[in-house]
Every structure is written in C-alpha cells, then in structure tokens.
C-alpha cells in the first residue's frame, strides 16, 4: 500500500521557519519524482516544489524561490521542505506528492499519482 505521511506543519510568526517532512513507502520513493504543493482555504491546490528521484534537479514556484528548499534522503526515504522567511500568504495545508516517472520534475497536480493527508502551516503577521 503506498503511503505518504506529513509532518512539521504548525503556527509561526512571519519571518520564521518551518521543515516539513513526508515519509514514503520505499517502493514508490526510491523510483519517484517528488513535489510539494500546498492549497489555501477557498484556493485551489497551487505547486511549491518538486525533485527528481536522483534529486539532481529541482524547481520552484516563484512564489517560494528563494526562501524554500526541496530535498531529498532516499535511504530515509523522506522529503523535506525547509520554509525560511515565512509570511502570512504562506499559510495553507501543504501535501506531498509521488510521480511515478521519476526521471523528470513535474508542477502539474495531474502529474501526480499518490498524495499525503496534509499538514497544516499558519503564519501570523
């Protein structure tokens, strides 16, 4: 059964930080592209982040670059996301994500085929 289990979320003031990790199932992690999406209430479901499974290569919404760093240990089989600088507009649940075709990066919610429950991040001004 593949699972992808979030943690790390919590209430912080702007400027501060938050690492957020997604445990996965090792069949599907050490194959998979990974990303980071987050969906904000009344929003629709945007891309924050995403890797390849070699994590030779990432990539960023512009909304993020700059302040938040994607990454991956794949004998832990973990994803990370460091969140630096944060502010209010960063609030939202934030969900990893499994692509099955690991060789490239993907920013599309349809590109994914496995999602975690979510973890919630709540930035006070």
């Known amino acids: 059964q593949v699972q992808l289990i979030e943690s790390g979320g919590g209430l912080v003031q702007a400027g501060g930080s938050l690492r957020l990790s997604c445990v996965a199932s090792?069949?599907?992690?050490?194959?998979?592209?990974m990303g980071w999406f987050r969906q904000a209430p009344g929003k629709e479901r945007e891309f924050v982040a995403a890797?390849?499974?070699?994590?030779?290569?990432?990539v960023y919404a512009s909304s993020v670059k700059g302040r938040f760093t994607i990454s991956r240990d794949n004998a832990q089989n973990t994803l990370n996301l460091q969140m630096n600088n944060l502010n209010p507009e960063d609030t939202a649940v934030y969900y990893c994500a499994a692509s099955k075709s690991g060789s490239n990066y993907y920013t599309g919610v349809d590109e994914y085929d496995y999602w975690g429950q979510g973890t919630q991040v709540t930035v006070t001004s």
């Open positions: 890797i390849t499974w070699s994590a030779g290569t990432t």
């Open positions: 090792e069949h599907i992690f050490n194959n998979y592209a």
